[in-house]
């Protein structure tokens, strides 16, 4: 791949990164595919191994993150359903209140659900509280492959 192609994949893959972050966009994906084309197009020892450490990283993420997170929140004590009606006000937030909207909706949804289940607000607090560290257990989980994925490119690139 010439160099104007390698920044094109960089660029991609930072947008990815703060994909994984933000959680706006699919940023694993982007990631992921973004290297992916690299290793194809680069082809060889190379870049078949990059695409094969990339996708499994990526497909470990994916499966680790939700294994974590649903472990957290059934220690948490949380049902899914709260998390539904969190994730409906969060894309009903996002709309409605420009930049912040997704967080403060799925913040007010998910405890105003735990809140109409339980009738308390110290468990509603606390299963949201447990809903948000989830929440935050899966973009480091996904964050860590898309990582792997940045190294095993950028090993490449040394290598190639």
Known sequence: ????????????????????????????LLVLGAVVVWGVVTGGVTGWTVVVVSVL?????AVGKYLLAGRHLKRGGVPSSTLVWGGIAGVVGFFVIPVVGLFVGFIGGTYLAEWVRVREP?????ATVAALQATGLTILVELAGALVCVVAWAIGLAVA
């Open 1 to 28: 791949m010439n160099g104007v192609g390698e920044v094109v994949v960089g660029l991609v893959v930072i947008v990815g990164l703060f994909g994984v972050v933000v959680q706006v966009l699919p940023g694993a």
């Open 57 to 61: 990283a990526t497909a470990a993420a």
């Open 122 to 126: 110290r468990p509603a607090w606390r």
